[in-house]
Nanobody
Framework: QVMLVESGGGLVQAGGSLRLSCAASGRTVTSLGMGWFRQAPGEERIFVSAITSSADMTYYADSVKGRFTISRDNSKNTVYLQMNSLEPEDTAVYYC????????????????WGQGTQVTVSS
């Protein structure tokens, strides 16, 4: 019903920036809450950030507050994650997700998931 494709991952130096994109197809995401999660090797998939369907509210994990910014362009059916001041601890596979709601944005029970994009931060 909804396909999500992440892009923009790669290798960056500590302190650098990277912007991830999540393009949706199949259905419009204008009525869906969107989130970003990440999973480091040997660790659980955890919440990173989320944005409401109308982009009136955003949410961030404590570990990325002040460094990451989530945004969306519903006309392009795309959500973004701007990552600044990257640290090696940010290294993970980043996943885009969409939910019909109503669940907490940090809940992993989203309805749709992308394949993930690798982000590696070197020290």
């Amino acid at each position: 019903q909804v396909m999500l494709v992440e892009s923009g991952g790669g290798l960056v130096q500590a302190g650098g920036s990277l912007r991830l994109s999540c393009a949706a197809s199949g259905r419009t995401v204008t009525s869906l809450g969107m989130g970003w999660f990440r999973q480091a090797p040997g660790e659980e998939r955890i919440f990173v950030s989320a944005i409401t369907s109308s982009a009136d509210m955003t949410y961030y994990a404590d570990s990325v507050k002040g460094r990451f910014t989530i945004s969306r362009d519903n006309s392009k059916n795309t959500v973004y994650l701007q990552m600044n001041s990257l640290e090696p601890e940010d290294t993970a596979v980043y996943y885009c997700a969409a939910q019909r709601g109503p669940i907490s944005f940090w809940d992993t029970r989203y309805d749709y998931w992308g394949q993930g994009t690798q982000v590696t931060v070197s020290s």
